[in-house]
């Protein structure tokens, strides 16, 4: 349906209160920016600001159900006979190459993470939201499974691709905290995201199969050994 004049209104409002916010959050820190603050700063009342995000851990993510969709969408958008590993593994090569934020690999994306780690409440905001999307993903594999409610491949199945995904922007942003920049990590993150997600399609059954996490000895050889002690 087309979107009516007031509504285009409401989405844009929000659209530049979030910006603004994101702004001044990006500049001084999260704990140090107040919504008193953002809505001067927006030209708007505080009072405004909480009719459209209704914390200020809110107004930081303020993609979030965005995001939470993105993962279900996946599955359902994924292509005829691919499987839903192949259709995540092909999601987050196209992220690589185009830096979207889906996945934390934009421009800035350091910034971002350095803001929320030096924030507490955005660190356990971003947790909430991880669990959003993995039991969103949950929800959408169980339907697509037609999964009994005891059956528990769809949250291993969801818990595993999404930890994937983040431990692999984790891999990407640790680097640029470290001052590395993109040319040199992108080669590297799409090696290790290809080592991933063979890891996702393979299993990990055959992970360390016969190496033993002691040194094998010969018996014949103790005893031996011990034949030369008597």
């Known amino acids: 349906m087309e979107e009516g004049l007031r509504e285009r209104k409401k989405r844009e409002t929000r ?23 953002v809505a001067r700063t927006a030209d708007v009342s505080v009072n405004t600001v909480f009719n459209y995000f209704s914390t200020k851990e809110d107004l ?5 159900d965005v995001a939470v969709e993105r993962a279900p969408g996946v599955l359902r958008e994924r292509e005829p006979g691919e499987s839903v590993v192949r259709a995540f593994r092909r999601d987050f090569f196209d992220a690589i190459d185009t830096r979207d934020w889906r996945y934390g690999l934009n421009a800035g994306a350091d910034v971002f993470a350095r803001v929320v ?3 507490p409440s955005l660190v356990a905001k971003l947790r909430e939201l ?12 169980a339907d697509e499974l037609e999964a009994d409610a005891d059956d528990i491949t769809p949250r291993l199945a969801a ?8 431990i692999l922007t984790h891999y990407s942003t640790r680097r640029l905290l470290a001052g590395e920049d993109w040319e040199s990590i992108e080669p590297d993150l799409r090696a ?3 080592k991933a997600f063979d890891l996702l399609e393979s299993g990990i059954g055959g ?9 094998q000895r010969d018996p014949e050889a103790e005893d031996e050994e011990a034949e030369g002690e008597d």
């Not at 209160?17 to 500049?27: E, Y």
């Not at 930081?60 to 979030?64: V, Y």
């Not at 818990?159 to 983040?166: A, D, E, K, S, V």
């Open 207 to 215: 992970l360390l199969a016969g190496k033993g996490t002691a040194q």
């Open 192 to 194: 290790q995201a290809e």
């Open 159 to 166: 818990t595993h691709i999404l930890n994937t995904t983040r």
């Open 60 to 64: 930081f993510a303020d993609k979030q």
């Open 130 to 141: 991880h669990e959003r999307r993995e039991n969103a993903l949950a929800r959408a594999l």
């Open 15 to 37: 659209q530049r209160i979030a910006d603004i916010a994101m702004g001044l959050f990006m500049a001084k820190g999260f704990d140090n920016v107040t919504v008193a603050e």
């Open 117 to 119: 780690s030096d924030a």
